[in-house]
């Protein structure tokens, strides 16, 4: 991929750009392989990667504003705190690139001020952008406080008449000066609030606050691979821990099977809960702490952030009378240490997914069976209603 931005050094997000993409994966698949690779008898099967388009391929645009409001950049801030505009970047697709325009006009004409991060002053901080498969988008405007939002209102006919595809907007306050892209304060400015995200024939709809992979494409590929492992061992019990919007629990619903899902976001609970009821899936979703649900089903699905699923969950799935787990994880390291604290599991099976090209990050799923039973069953679980 040739990228303007990163040749003239004005950008180094892509720190592997400057390697052949084949050597990228290559490097990625060896760190993978011996993080993965298991001490005593045979490693996982390391089934063939799932690669992806080295151009277009991201589904989010988080762009810093910095600037004037009549003349905003959208990108990231240079060392010195200063505004490096990447409109053009090549990671995003066509349809990214004619919406950010109009994006920057906009800020213009509704006269939101960028936050200036040396004096602290300023209000629109980000724009948070996602594209749906369909080509429909998702904006949030990540502003310091709400001192603007009326005027976003007054002027948001205008921008969704330009832009047609916007299909849902909000604002989020950010009021704290750190390095934390959003706040806990979300208003949704459309009369749709969840984004629906075609793949794989369902339909996942996904709120402003909720977490979804950033390659679509891949993200399909990793819940396909989730669903032909568990048709392959038939659970009766599924568990998804961390589901988010239900993207696992969804592709492994059906033929009988008991589904729960278990998120921290009450908002990408409400979205996993939509998706279920409109494609009739037999799913149940909860809002709770996913290290301290009780683990009672066949399958146990983890999908946790980059640090893993921690030492106190990994201790209660060793005792657990879970048969298989599937976990899938952006650090085969934190993976690893996850896999020491579970001496009864082992990796039978593994794929890479290079979710990031031309960034050191991927995403690594692996199929864990039994190498031993358990010390002991694991808790029963509560029962669950809608």
């Keep these: ?26 490097a990625k698949e060896d760190e993978c392989r011996a993080r993965l690779a298991v001490s005593t008898g045979p490693g996982p099967v ?34 010195r705190g200063g505004g490096v505009d990447l409109r053009s970047c090549p990671l995003y697709s066509p349809a990214v690139h004619a919406l950010l325009p ?77 390095a934390v892209l959003e706040g806990e304060h979300e208003e949704v400015l459309t009369e749709r609030g ?45 568990l998804d821990l961390y589901c988010g919007v239900g993207g696992f629990a969804l592709h492994l619903a059906g033929s009988g099977r008991r589904v729960i899902g278990v ?10 809960r939509a998706t279920a009821e409109e494609a009739g899936l037999d799913a149940e979703f909860v809002a709770g702490d996913a290290t301290a649900w009780p683990i009672d089903a066949d399958l146990v699905v983890v999908n946790p952030p980059r640090r893993g699923i921690g030492p106190e969950l990994a201790e209660r799935l060793d005792a657990s009378s879970a048969q298989t787990v599937v976990y899938s994880s952006c650090n085969a390291t934190s993976l690893a240490a996850d896999l020491a604290a579970m001496p009864s599991w082992r990796p039978v099976e593994a794929r890479l997914l290079d979710m990031f090209p031309h960034t050191r990050h991927y995403e690594v799923v692996a199929l864990l069976t039994r190498d031993q039973p358990p010390v002991s069953p694991g808790p029963e679980g509560p029962k669950v209603s809608s």
């Design 263 to 272: 998120e921290a976001s009450a908002e990408a609970v409400a979205g996993a």
């Design 102 to 178: 109009l994006l920057a006009d906009f800020v213009g004409t509704a006269d939101l001020t960028p936050y200036d991060v040396a004096t602290r002053r300023g209000e629109l901080k980000h724009l948070l952008v996602t594209e749906s498969p369909d080509g429909e988008f998702l904006l949030r405007f990540v502003l310091r406080t709400s001192e603007s939002v009326l005027r976003i209102r007054k002027h948001l006919p205008g921008l969704l008449a330009a832009a047609p595809g916007l299909a849902v907007v909000s604002v989020n306050l950010q009021p704290e000066h750190k």
């Design 1 to 26: 991929m040739q990228c303007s931005y990163f040749d003239a050094g004005r950008c180094r997000s892509c720190t592997e750009l400057d390697t052949a993409y084949d050597v990228q994966v290559r």
């Design 194 to 238: 969840t984004l629906p995200m075609r793949l794989n024939g369902l339909t996942l709809h996904l709120p402003p606050r909720s977490f979804f992979q950033t390659n679509t494409p891949l993200a399909a590929a990793l819940y396909r691979q989730a669903a032909a492992w568990a048709d392959a061992v038939a659970p009766t019990s599924v």
């Design 46 to 79: 390391w089934l063939p990667t799932v690669t992806s388009a080295e151009a277009g391929f991201r589904n989010k645009a988080k762009m810093v504003v910095a600037g004037t409001a009549a003349q905003p950049t959208l990108g990231i801030l240079d060392p």
